[in-house]
């Protein structure tokens, strides 16, 4: 059974950090991008960061470039999401999904061509 499931999300100050974790299973993941996306209340689902199957290419969006750091231990199977210097706007619920091979050209958008979505993680940036 393909499933892929974050974790590591909490509630967390300004300017503190959260590791998000994105666990497959059922399937190989060191040929899918994983692609880490958010929704806050009230408004769209948006592509924060993907990371390529094979060369591992990383891509962010520009609201987190220079905070917030993408990786894939295929032998773990695992993708993380290194958050740092968060803000009260990065409060969402974060998912991951997968596409084949590589990210695309539209993964900063609501991931339309990803499949296989987790149950999500709950982040909140609040003092």
């Known amino acids: 059974q393909v499933q892929l499931e974050e974790s590591g999300g909490g509630l967390v100050q300004p300017g503190g950090s959260l590791r998000l974790s994105c666990a497959a299973s059922g399937f190989p993941l060191d040929y899918y991008a994983i692609g880490w996306f958010r929704q806050a209340p009230g408004k769209k689902r948006e592509g924060v960061s993907c990371?390529?199957?094979?060369?591992?290419?990383?891509y962010y969006r520009n609201s987190v470039k220079g905070r917030f750091t993408i990786s894939r231990d295929n032998a773990k199977k695992t993708v993380y999401l290194q958050m740092n210097s968060l803000k009260p706007e990065d409060t969402a619920v974060y998912y991951c999904?997968?596409?084949?091979?590589?990210?695309?050209?539209?993964?900063?958008?609501?991931?339309?061509?990803?499949?296989?979505w987790g149950q999500g993680t709950q982040v909140t940036v609040s003092s």
């Open positions: 990371i390529s199957s094979s060369q591992g290419s990383t």
């Open positions: 999904a997968r596409r084949w091979s590589l990210c695309g050209s539209t993964w900063y958008t609501n991931g339309a061509d990803f499949g296989s």
